[in-house]
């Protein structure tokens, strides 16, 4: 016999399974759009790629970028906000899968730039590397 714990577990994981789910289809579709948004740049530039996605690590996404590009990408109207979350509109739907007729929605975004894993840049930093301060920690 399952524990009332374990049975309320179970109902809480199975309460959030379709929002965890929804929210991992909308960034691998948000990956996908800005892997092939980077090729398109990668093409432009004579084959040179002024940025990589690296990673993803459960709701983020790590990319290498030249320092030239880090405003491009990162700033509130830049790449990643336009590919991640303007061209993933989110129509609701209840759990059969009807629309509810609402939406469009948007995720939101938070951008971070560290110069190395772990390590905020500092705004001298940014200076020495052409990156607008406002990305530079004090």
């Known amino acids: 016999a399952m524990s009332r714990t374990a049975g309320a577990e179970f109902g809480r994981q199975g309460m959030n399974f379709p929002i ?73 739907t209840d759990l059969s899968g009807k629309p509810l007729g609402t939406g469009p929605y948007y995720l939101g975004i938070e951008t971070k730039v560290y110069e190395q894993w772990g390590v905020g840049i500092s705004k001298a930093r940014c200076q020495e590397l052409g990156i607008p301060e406002c990305y530079g920690k004090a």
């Open 20 to 92: 965890q789910s929804g929210v991992g289809g909308c960034l691998n579709r948000g990956v996908a759009n800005l892997y092939w948004a980077l090729e398109s740049w990668k093409d432009q530039l004579g084959g040179w790629r002024p940025a990589k996605i690296a990673l993803t690590v459960h709701d983020s996404v790590v990319l290498v970028a030249h320092p030239a590009y880090v405003d491009a990408l990162a700033s509130p109207d830049g790449l990643i906000k336009q590919q991640m979350c303007d061209s993933v509109p989110i129509y609701p």
